[in-house]
């Protein structure tokens, strides 16, 4: 079988499947005695291992098979759950999502868990594990596992169809089918039963219900209630002919009218699980017989609602922004045209399209917005295990993960976050002792939060650890000689937080694998701001830090105001302004060797544009004013001086390409309505 095709679609599955497992990991932690998270865990284990081999992932499907032995006998009270064997199971876990990331890497998925797998089995064989002792665990019996199937139980509806079949001469049947516990394909499997059920019969119901039953969301049984008018015996026989059907067991059906329930049901159960529903499979199956169906007065509802979503590959809408990137300069172009012959009819053409597109272009944004939660996902598991490196006791709560982001930004945001929360854990949040002698409660909280704000989402990481000590940080930047002895006299709270960001510093005295080598916080301010966003720190000494990073919704389409400096155009980012300007010259004063406006109360620094693009004066204009436009980076301000203001426009940001990726203070272009280039104006690498 050509397993290619379904590449993309397991892999994506799989990451799925294991992040479900890292999440009722950490939940099984804290409520180690709840066996119905084990449970759910070791579901989604049992069909990844299934995955797996079907694609022929052997390694995968083997360690993933190790572990779903211990999962099998915790859930079976044969193991106890403790944060030793827990540690396993986690770096379990480790292993297949790096099998996962070769695997879409290209790879084949092999890696050397030789040293997990000898500890899975100490652990299924009772042994010590790390100074704890597992409880004794039987070996796997899989293969003598009884048939474990739930009674079927039926409403008034159902009961009446039954009846009535009696009635008209069908045989009524409750048929158990248990599949073989290495059956790699059970949904493919269910199918084939049921296309052979439909062939003599019809089914009424099954448990579990069909929705899960196509999910794989089932061990190996599941029962079917079924009415025909073949031979029973020929039906169970076609039956045990599909492949890896283990076991079929039939009993008839007979109803007292005044019970509630069958008389005789087919094999009782105390572990599976059931959901009743009103029909089964859109494509293997018929509800009931059209006789029975007719002489029915309630109708037959289809409960297999069809799926709300479907999967889109990544690229196919990268391709879907690109040309309605193009479709946006189009309609520049015809705005421009249809300002020009100043026409009626065209006018009113271009003004509906514009509508339509701006609809279109909010669909197409949505679609490419994707929650924040793919990212925090790793955060709680990686905590936990910095926390026990550390010996430290740390909660994270996570607020806003629903907050939703463009997937570019998504894409490059997730090690910045890293880099914060491990220099929370690290810096921030003192040992256990520390914080008992300073009043605090032994376990340190680290909050990590997202929300949005205009056009903007901001993702916030607050800890109650230390805070910065910010005498120390300054000394550490004269000796590191980030800043001279004049300009840190003069460096406000804020300015000295901000230091910590400097390329190359560090307050850590010892080198470890979690800092303190000089590096990680100076990326995470480029990375940040990169992405047209901004990083600020706010902290207390001995109350705790915050760190709010800013980030743009999206990083494709944005609107500019665009400006004139003689004959060349530029495009200065909406998101980064406060507002426009005409000054008196006469008003600009001089401070530090920096021209100045008071703005509002606020002495701002002007930033000659002309200056800064070099570009080339044609003539004096004479005037005695100055177009600005007041720009800001956090707290922080400038004002732009411009040649003249051209208006507010919606613009496609394109790259500079390979040949010029460091051109100061220009973050991009874009094409304008009459095929003219725009540069984008990068505002935070002008603001100082």
Do not use: W
Not at 280 to 294: D, L, P
């Amino acid at each position: 079988m050509d397993t290619n095709q379904y590449l993309e679609v397991f892999i994506d599955e799989s990451t799925e499947h294991l992040q479900s497992c890292n999440e009722n990991l950490l939940a099984l932690e804290q409520n180690p005695h709840d066996l119905s998270i084990v449970n759910e865990i070791f579901r989604n284990a049992h069909t990844l291992k299934g995955m797996s081999a079907t694609m022929g992932f052997e390694d995968l499907a083997d360690l993933t098979h190790k572990m779903e032995n211990v999962l099998d006998g915790i859930r079976n009270e044969k193991i106890e759950v403790s944060p030793e064997i827990l540690d396993v199971v986690f770096e379990s876990i480790d292993h297949l999502e790096a099998m996962i990331g070769d695997i879409s890497e290209g790879g084949d998925g092999k890696r050397n868990v030789s040293e997990t797998v000898e500890k899975l089995k100490r652990i299924e064989n009772g042994e010590l594990i790390d100074g704890s002792n597992a409880k004794a665990v039987v070996e796997d019996s899989s293969e003598d596992r009884l048939v474990s199937v739930t009674a079927l139980t039926y409403d008034d509806f159902e009961r009446t169809i039954i009846e009535q079949s009696n009635e008209q001469g069908f045989g009524t049947y409750e048929i158990a089918i248990t599949l073989r516990d290495d059956c790699l394909l059970k949904a493919a499997r269910v199918f084939m039963v049921f296309e052979v059920l439909e062939k003599c019969g019809d089914v009424i119901k099954s448990v579990p219900a069909v929705e899960q039953l196509e999910a794989e969301q089932f061990d190996t049984d599941f029962s079917i209630a079924f009415v025909t008018k073949e031979a029973i015996e020929t039906v169970e026989e076609a039956i045990k002919k599909v492949s890896e059907v283990k076991e079929v067991v039939v009993k008839k059906m007979f109803f007292d009218l005044v019970e509630e329930n069958v008389l005789e049901p087919v094999v009782a159960s105390s572990t599976a699980k059931s959901i009743d529903v009103e029909v089964i499979s859109q494509e293997a199956t018929k509800v009931v017989t059209n006789s029975t169906a007719k002489q029915s007065e309630k109708p037959v509802k289809s409960s297999h609602a069809t799926s709300k979503t479907i999967r889109v590959n990544i690229e196919r809408l990268d391709i879907l922004m690109n040309l309605f990137e193009e479709l946006v300069i189009d309609r520049g172009r015809l705005q421009s045209i249809a300002a020009e012959l100043n026409h009626n009819e065209l006018n009113e053409s271009v003004e509906r399209m514009s509508r339509v597109s701006s609809d279109l272009q909010n669909i197409i944004l949505n679609m490419r917005m994707v929650p924040v939660e793919t990212v925090f996902n790793r955060f709680p598991k990686m905590v936990r295990q910095l926390s026990r490196d550390l010996n430290k006791k740390i909660k994270l709560d996570i607020i806003g993960a629903e907050t939703e982001l463009d997937r570019t930004v998504i894409d490059e945001i997730g090690d910045p976050l890293v880099h914060l929360i491990r220099n929370s854990l690290d810096h921030g949040i003192e040992s256990p002792e520390v914080r008992v002698a300073a009043g605090k409660p032994e376990e340190g909280r680290v909050e990590l939060r997202a929300y949005h704000s205009g056009n903007h989402v901001f993702i916030e990481i607050e800890d109650d650890g230390a805070g910065i000590n910010k005498e120390r940080v300054l000394s550490k930047a004269l000796e590191k000689g980030v800043v001279t002895s004049e300009l840190a006299s003069k460096l406000t709270d804020t300015q000295i937080n901000e230091l910590i960001l400097a390329s190359g510093f560090s307050t850590a005295e010892v080198l470890s694998d979690i800092s303190g080598r000089g590096v990680g916080l100076d990326v995470v301010k480029s990375t940040i701001e990169s992405l047209g966003g901004t990083i600020t720190i706010e902290s207390e000494e001995g109350k705790g830090s915050l760190f709010s990073v800013q980030l743009p919704l999206t990083l494709s389409i944005i609107s500019v105001m665009l400006i004139e400096i003689e004959q060349e155009i530029y495009a200065i980012p909406l998101t980064s302004i406060i507002e426009t300007s005409i000054i008196h010259k006469a008003d600009i004063m001089n401070a530090h060797n920096q021209k100045v406006i008071d703005f509002r109360g606020k002495v701002v620094p002007l930033v000659f544009l002309e200056e800064i693009f070099e570009v080339p004066r044609t003539d004096d204009p004479g005037d005695d004013f100055h177009s600005v436009v007041i720009v800001r980076k956090g707290d922080k301000m400038a004002g732009l001086v411009v040649g003249s203001f051209i208006g507010q426009q919606e613009i496609v940001l394109k790259s500079l390409g390979n040949y010029l990726t460091n051109v100061f203070a220009i973050s991009g272009a874009t094409i304008l309505g009459n095929g003219q280039v725009a540069l984008i104006i990068d505002c935070n690498s002008l603001i100082k």
